[in-house]
């Protein structure tokens, strides 16, 4: 399985975002789906999980009423909508992807978001 995000970019703090993750097996509609970031000199951490029906999410609470994912699986593509930024948003962020044969992760995306 690939998985390729998009979207990201350099954008003022209070700014907003659509990342993409696209995935390149139809398989994908079947497993949740996880967001990570890693910023500079950081370890990667979780951001934001949806199950597979897109029902069932869990944020962490760094991004918890400003972040919406969401997914079309029609498309093979998970959304993460990403308002209010801030400065310490600012990393790569990784879609990832857990099945029965392994751990998949995209090649990430970077967001910058200036003070």
């Known amino acids: 399985v690939q998985l390729v995000e998009s979207g990201g970019g350099l954008v003022q703090a209070g700014g907003s975002l659509r990342l993409s993750c696209a995935a390149s097996?139809?398989?994908?509609?079947?497993?949740?789906i996880g967001w990570f970031r890693q910023a500079p000199g950081k370890e990667r951490e979780f951001v934001v999980f949806?199950?597979?029906?897109?029902?069932?999410?869990n944020y962490a609470d760094s991004v918890k009423d400003r972040f919406t994912i969401s997914r079309d699986n029609a498309k093979n593509t998970v959304y993460l909508q990403m308002n209010s930024l801030k400065p310490e948003d600012t990393s790569v962020y990784y879609c990832?992807?857990?099945?029965?044969?392994?751990?998949?992760w995209g090649q990430g995306t970077p967001v910058t978001v200036s003070s």
């Open positions: 990832h992807l857990r099945t029965i044969t392994g751990d998949y």
């Open positions: 949806i199950g597979w029906r897109g029902i069932v999410t």
């Open positions: 097996d139809p398989t994908f509609s079947s497993y949740s």
